[in-house]
């Protein structure tokens, strides 16, 4: 009886028309109660990495890490088998979420049961759904049945959310933003983030792709503007042509004119041979311009008829020719004043800034600096092969108080430094590494100092129902703050339900 109950619960969540994300979410909560374990995820693919979906039971910066299945033997082992595969509580092969289960005490996993199976969606692997629980036994013959059977639901439930997009397709929707059905991840170039900030930008994003307009990406030193211009090329219509990138920072006065438009043969001393530029390369395709304001004023006006007429003149010819090319450009500068001051052309800036997108700081998007430090943590643990790799609940604290005016750039150098410390101490590449907040080295801030410092007091100078109800309160007033005091938001950003978070706030006095 117990098994249809759990088959009648996904089947309920099946038929109830929500968004796709939500579906799977309540869906992992639904498996998580019936077998009673420590976590629950479900894992797309894209070639031999697998990035999780969905997820219930695992520390919050797990959602950013990608998990490369060569560097994973249990995961390669389920995605190789068509029935459910189950991991003896002594298992030699590591688990990729050890350290990351919630109620793992320490962070640290002493004994451990896990089965998986692999989804099939049209006769294709999608990916993998993986349960992990921290009492051995959990799992045996009769729950791997069953997992096999509620297999068939998940992958009703995945093929459900690509058919709702097709038709959303259809009808000349936009496509999705939230890419967990579709298979777009790149190991160089995937945006990370799920914060209300960066959502925003990426519908803005999107809009303007298709568009053909140029787009001058605007934002401070490591936001990732050029994930952004490599974002906005693939979702335009050029994405089947070139996109080449051009450092214009990098670029001498000398040769910037030969490196962007070409040059002839005996143009100047040691052109030996005709030579195409970056906007014949990137004919029918994308010229992305990066830190656009340190191109030499001689440059600017050439660059300008290009944008104007669309043509271009190698240096030491006398004629011109067509090229068909979309600009992008990007500046951590104020092009603004920069025209005021007279350093950038005024009618070159107004043709760039067709359509200015600014890109907001790592600051202002707070709620995904755990996931890129997953990411970050999960690349690191895979450079120095350890077997894992996670954070302190203080360290990760810490990096969500601190204000990165270095941006994502700063935080995975960060990060990456305390992985090295981490295991400077230990040297033991087979235990699980803890990155604690004094391996971040991260410069004096009030608000790291703030959160550090509150953490030991109430560690230490409360009991634990004072200590609690202070956290408590502490976590509410910071998302009231981040969400502009609106109540729904703050729900988000703390992952509750926003009628509870009312009903605890009263009890706290918040109300």
């Not at 967990?180 to 994003?205: A, C, D, F, V, W």
């Not at 300008?304 to 190698?314: K, T």
């Not at 005016?405 to 090295?420: K, Q």
């Amino acid at each position: 009886m117990q098994d249809i109950s759990l088959l009648e619960t996904l089947i309920a969540d099946l038929v109830t028309e929500l968004p796709a994300v939500v579906r799977l979410q309540k869906l992992v909560s639904t498996l998580r109660r019936h077998f009673l374990c420590g976590a629950v995820v479900l894992l797309q693919q894209d070639q031999q990495i697998l990035r999780p979906i969905a997820s219930i039971g695992l520390v919050r910066e797990a959602l950013g890490r990608r998990f490369v299945t060569e560097q994973h033997p249990r995961l390669a082992a389920i995605l190789a088998a068509r029935e459910t595969v189950r991991f003896e509580p002594d298992s030699s092969l590591p688990d990729p979420y050890d350290g990351l289960i919630e109620d793992s005490p320490d962070g640290h996993l002493a004994v451990h049961d896990c089965m998986g199976i692999s989804l099939y969606v049209e006769g294709k692997c999608w990916g993998a759904l993986t349960l992990d629980a921290l009492q051995p036994g959990t799992f045996s013959a009769n729950t791997m049945r069953e997992l096999q059977r509620a297999s068939l639901l998940v992958e009703a439930a995945i093929r459900m959310g690509q058919i709702e997009q097709g038709i959303r397709a259809l009808r000349g929707s936009r496509r999705e933003i939230d890419t967990s059905l579709t298979n777009t991840y790149s190991t160089s170039s995937e945006i990370i983030g799920r914060s209300e900030p960066l959502q925003n930008i990426m519908k803005e994003l999107e809009v303007v792709a298709t568009a053909d307009l140029p787009v001058l990406l605007l934002g401070e030193t490591g936001v990732g503007k050029e994930l952004f211009a490599r974002q906005l090329h693939l979702w335009s219509n050029r994405r089947e042509q070139p996109l080449i990138y051009v450092n214009c920072a990098a670029l001498p006065e000398s040769l910037a004119e030969s490196e962007l438009f070409g040059h002839t043969k005996g143009a100047f001393s040691g052109a030996t041979s005709e030579r195409a530029g970056k906007f014949d390369s990137a004919h029918g395709g994308t010229l992305f311009l990066d830190e656009v304001g340190e191109l030499p004023s001689t440059i600017q006006a050439k660059l300008l008829r290009a944008l104007q007429n669309g043509e271009i003149q190698r240096l030491g010819s006398d004629k011109s020719h067509k090229v068909d090319v979309r600009i992008v450009a990007a500046t951590n500068r104020d092009l603004q004043q920069q025209v005021k001051n007279g350093d950038f052309r005024a009618d070159l800036y107004h043709r760039l800034s067709v359509y200015p997108l600014p890109i907001p700081p790592l600051r202002e998007r707070r709620d995904d600096i755990a996931l890129l430090a997953g990411h970050f943590l999960e690349l690191n643990r895979s450079r120095l092969g350890l077997r894992a790799l996670r954070l302190t609940d203080a360290a990760e604290r810490a990096l969500i108080a601190y204000d990165w005016p270095g941006n994502v750039r700063e935080l995975e150098h960060t990060v990456s430094r305390g992985a090295i410390k981490a295991l400077s101490q230990c040297m033991d590449r087979q235990s699980i590494l803890s990155i604690g907040v004094e391996l971040l080295d991260l410069p004096h801030s009030p608000t790291v100092a703030q959160s550090v410092d509150a953490s030991e007091y109430t560690a230490t100078s409360m009991n634990l129902r004072d200590a609690v109800q202070q956290l408590q309160t502490q976590m509410i007033e910071q998302a009231l703050k981040q969400a502009n005091q609106k109540w729904i938001q703050a729900a988000r950003i703390l992952e509750v339900d926003p009628s509870n978070l009312h009903k605890l706030a009263q009890r706290l006095g918040l109300k």
